[in-house]
């Protein structure tokens, strides 16, 4: 059973960066897509991008010129930075799998717990 | 982005009732098309992908219909611990973009 935990500061001054850690367990970040999601008090749920084991990305245009996602295969995990933070960045950020089903179908199936990130000084 | 619009935003229910929940692309999405449920303080949960493919472990008093731009997810016989909120997500295109979400409350 795969499972995922988001890890990180809880709170980021504004204009600086946002640093969160997915930790992989039971399963390989090898060989497949992971994904960031991030949900504002009281929203709905907003898509970041995804990674691919490789190193590979593909990120929401609203946010690429402040994203960055990286992995790291030998500590089975993965990252995000948001650089730049202001308070709208405030949240709470999920890390999740990305599936294939049969071809060019694609969901999240497997999710962290999920971890807040206030921005305030 | 394609916007995704589900509606109602909120219903109220009973216990045994049969839940239908909309969701409408701004465009032709095919069956790109997963539900989400997610229950106040956790994660979301896969419940449908493909539109209309259940995941595994899902009761399957959760049914998913539709295609092109126009979806349903149907709960048979709401149990108390389907009282959550339910979002469409569509993986058509990126970016990924989700619907603003449907709270299911008890009535």
């Known amino acids: 059973q795969v499972l995922l935990q988001e890890s990180g500061p809880g709170l980021v001054k504004p204009s600086e960066t946002l640093s969160l850690t997915c930790t992989v367990s039971?399963?390989?970040?090898?060989?497949?897509?992971w994904s960031w999601i991030r949900q504002p008090p009281g929203k709905g749920l907003e898509w970041i991008g995804f990674?691919?084991?490789?190193?590979?990305?593909n990120y929401n245009p609203s946010l690429k010129s402040r994203v960055t996602m990286s992995v790291e295969t030998s500590k089975n995990q993965f990252s995000l930075n948001l650089s730049s933070v202001t308070a709208a960045d405030t949240a709470v950020y999920y890390c999740?799998?990305?599936?294939?089903?049969?071809?060019?179908?694609?969901?999240?199936?497997?999710w962290g717990q999920g971890t807040t990130v206030i921005v305030s000084s | 982005d394609i916007q995704m619009t589900q509606s109602p935003s909120s219903l109220s229910a009973s216990v045994g009732d049969r839940v239908t929940i909309t969701c409408r692309a701004s465009?032709?999405?095919?069956?790109?098309l997963n539900w989400y449920q997610q229950k106040p303080g956790k994660a979301p949960k896969l419940l449908i992908y493909?539109?209309?493919s259940l995941q595994s472990g899902v009761p399957s008093r959760f049914s998913g219909s539709g295609s092109g731009t126009d979806f349903i997810l149907t709960i048979s016989s709401l149990q108390p611990e389907d009282f959550a909120t339910y979002y469409c997500?569509?993986?058509?295109?990126?970016?990924?973009?989700f619907g603003q979400g449907t709270k299911v409350e008890i009535k």
């Open positions: 039971g399963g390989a970040v090898s060989g497949n897509y």
């Open positions: 493909s539109a209309s």
């Open positions: 997500q569509q993986s058509y295109s990126i970016p990924r973009t």
């Open positions: 999740a799998r990305r599936t294939e089903y049969g071809s060019g179908y694609y969901h999240m199936d497997v």
């Open positions: 990674i691919y084991s490789t190193g590979s990305t």
């Open positions: 465009q032709s999405i095919s069956n790109h």
